[in-house]
């Protein structure tokens, strides 16, 4: 049987082909929760092709997806897969690069393998259970020691409820820490990580399980480390993320105010 991070690997690079080939052309779109909250027919397309590929090796473990009918929580027993089609659909259908196709496995509601497409900028993130990789080659999270050098993303949603909290993040991003980014996909940014690119990423709030999942996996193959907000370790239907390099974690989570 194929290994689980291959399966994920091809999977997403399934979705990706799907993705790229809808890319910057007229398609349509629906409004989800809001109007920044969007779906286009090209996720459902990407993620039926994912389910597909994972069918295929693995048809009887269970699939969370963000779009249609599938399951939206992750099983606290036995195999089953997280998927997100395309996270940042936002970019997506204004053009930008910064949306990815992430497909995590897990077993007992805890990551065994992910794998993270980035098919506008040719770019494939994968971890098994130990090791974390892009494009092929072995990578690690950045060893930056002094979070006042750190560049960090807050990602995840911005609603009515925690605005004033992001506002608060972003100055003291600017003031005490060294520099910002907002990617505009969870993903993307998690990805970014573990590859050494971001040294941390912030989101406030109870997240979906296929924005966070499989780029928490890849940054703690890469030897990062992953929490809540008041420091235990970050789960699934954990509140609140902090995802870094693991060299300042607590000093940036005191410097954030959690």
Known sequence: MTDRATVAEESAAAGADVAMGMFEEDIETEEKTSKTDVVSEADAAAQDEILDV????YPDDVVVGEEGDTPKEAPEEGDAWIVD???GTSNYLHGF???CQAVAAVRDAEPVAAAVTRPAVGHTFVADEDSFRKNGEETTVSDETDPERFVVSPTLKVDDDNRGQY???I???FEELGDMRRIGSAQVTFAMVAAGSIDAALGIGQAHPWDTV???HMIRAAGGTVTDLDGNRWRHDSDGILASNG???EDVLEMLGF
Not at 54 to 57: D, V
């Open 54 to 57: 994972i069918g295929e090796h």
């Open 85 to 87: 089609p395309i996270d």
């Open 97 to 99: 690069t910064a949306w």
């Open 167 to 169: 506002m608060s993040v």
């Open 171 to 173: 100055e003291t991003c």
């Open 214 to 216: 499989a780029g928490v």
């Open 247 to 249: 060299e300042a974690h």
